[in-house]
């Protein structure tokens, strides 16, 4: 399909035109055109060959025109022009944390920035900070954007990659002659960021299914096209790039390239050493004594004559997994999870109203769902007033009676504000069947907060209506750090006081991440996974966070939301007055 190709020419035309200082609708209209384009599961080329552009949401006449020559020669006048005048450098630097469309404008125009290192020299230089409207501060701020975007490095998030690798694998299956595709790689063990996507494929003829993938629409460049080795990229936000390497391999070796393009490189090096110390050979073809193969076709069957139990992907990190001869315990799995704890109504900020959510969890399979709005604090999120709180604690219990064989909880996702108390009195609290505390606000130490974020998280905790902590570092992958925490005295005050953590299933959160997952299991805190859902698509995020519990040894057991409706309510009960 055309569509990120076309989704991203109309947002990067949007990026320059605000850059350009457009007028905000002109650059609404790119803007709504993309997203609208991205989000379709439509084909925009056979959309626009039946001339029914317009049937999208947000696509006018106009825009409709535009999509159209984008189609017809792959640019738009418009586009051309904003990059004839505008250096390449510049969208770029709308990435960094601090820096919005105006002050990307003003260091381009008062000082010629055209790209990140000219920005970095007039940081240095002071330069930058005598700008009108930037200043000492907020100069910091951006020097501190920069830092973390380049610690990251360009990691693209798990919920971008992944269905990427699925869309792939599913038209290389589709392929004559291919028998089997998997995607191996970080993917398969649910690492949060991906460096590339790593495709296997079983088939006789590689040269045809290698050559055939590398004319995939979806393909930006070509790197590499062999027999047994293909490599492409695809396009991403931003002018961005993913890599995608294909394997194609027969099935005597189906299963030994499966463990060794899974990874880790560092579990892989522990798998070889066990191999070695058998006086035998382990490689990517097979496990070999001498010149036989003695294990090759099922992955399983390695480590099993290597005198391991089966490894779970998610675990092969070299964190001890191989360490024991004993099973490994019985990971969480999706189809464990009988409901969603966390998730937005257009009560706050969320995109469809409290039955649709309800009735689309249902639809999942779940038994319960807890309707969590944000608090009266979260101003842009559009916090509920007590008064609205009421109204919408009625609505939902109103909602709930009309669903049958399906219990549906009030709850809220209440402020931990920055002295540690809470955004709504206990008498609201006593209200809801299940609340959520999290912190949104003063998260760094700029504000001042009279605590510190681990004060303030277990200040919320020793309230006994607060059943779990939403989102317990704030950070967002790639774009933000963490709050600095002491995890140790978190993980111990939830323990202590019977309150959950959550694990934020949203990929751009994954939060808890997995070393505190497993932190938190060995203090023996109970977890809840939830997926902050705004809307219901969003509830499909769930597999993000089961990776993520996954990867830190979870059980059902340690899941409360693995839990019937029953014994969930008894949990929540149990912290109560
Ligand atoms: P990524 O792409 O950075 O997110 O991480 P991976 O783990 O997908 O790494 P990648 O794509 O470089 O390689 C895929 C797997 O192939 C990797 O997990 C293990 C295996 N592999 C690659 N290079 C080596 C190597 O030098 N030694 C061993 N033992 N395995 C390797
Ligand atoms: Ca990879
Ligand atoms: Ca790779
Ligand atoms: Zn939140």
Known sequence: MLNPKIANALSRTADLLEIDGADGFRINSYRRAGRTIKDTTEDIAVLAAENRLMDLPGIGKGTAARIQQLIETGTMDVLDELEAKLPQGLPAL????????????????????AGLDDLKRVIESGKLAALPGLGAISVK??????????????????????????????????????????????????????????????????KAVIGAFASFDVVKRVLAEGKTKGSVTVSLEKNRELQIDLRVVDGESFGAALQYFTGSKEHNVRLREAAVR???????????????????????????????????????????????????PELITLDDIRGDLHVHTTA???????????????????????????????????????????????????????????????????????????????????????????IHSAMGKGGAPKLSPTERTIAAMENHYVCAIGHPTGRLINRRAPMEMDMGSVVEAAARTGTFLEINASWQR???????????????????????????????????????????????????????????????????P
């Open 348 to 438: 706050s900020d969320g995109r469809n109203s409290i039955a649709e959510m309800a009735q689309a969890a249902k639809a999942r399979g779940y038994k319960f769902l807890a309707i969590c709005d944000h608090s009266k604090s979260a101003v842009i999120a559009n916090g509920l007033s007590i008064e609205r709180m009421e109204k919408h604690i009625r609505a939902i219990r109103e909602v709930g009676k009309e669903i049958r064989g399906f219990e549906l909880l009030v709850g809220c996702e209440c402020d931990i504000l920055s002295n540690g108390s809470l955004d709504y009195p206990d008498d609201v609290l006593a209200q809801c069947d299940w609340v959520v505390a999290s």
């Open 510 to 576: 994954l939060d808890l991440k997995d070393l505190h997952v497993r932190q938190a299991l060995d203090a023996g805190v109970t977890l809840t996974i939830n997926t902050d859902a705004h809307s219901i698509e969003g509830l499909a995020a769930m597999r993000y966070g089961i990776k993520t519990a996954r990867r830190g040894g979870a059980r059902r057991a340690d899941v409360v939301n693995g839990l019937t409706p029953a014994a969930l309510r008894k949990r929540i009960a149990a912290k109560r």
């Open 94 to 113: 709308l990435e960094i944390p601090g820096m919005g469309p105006k002050k990307v404008a003003l260091a381009f125009r008062e000082l010629n920035v």
């Open 278 to 328: 058998k006086k035998w050979r382990l490689n990517e073809y097979g496990l070999f004594d001498g010149k036989k193969s003695i294990a090759g076709r099922d992955e399983d069957e390695i480590y099993a004559k290597l005198g391991f139990p089966s490894v779970p992907s998610e675990l092969r990190e070299d964190r001890g997994e191989l360490n024991s001869e004993d099973a490994p």
């Open 141 to 206: 701020k951006i020097a501190e954007g920069i830092a973390f975007l380049e610690s990251s490095g360009d990691r693209t998030p798990l919920g971008v990659a992944w269905p990427i690798a699925e869309e792939l694998a599913q038209r290389l299956r589709e392929l004559d002659g291919v028998d089997r595709v998997e995607i191996a790689g970080s993917i398969r063990r649910g690492a949060e960021t991906i460096g590339d996507v790593d495709l296997l494929c079983e088939a006789e003829d590689g």
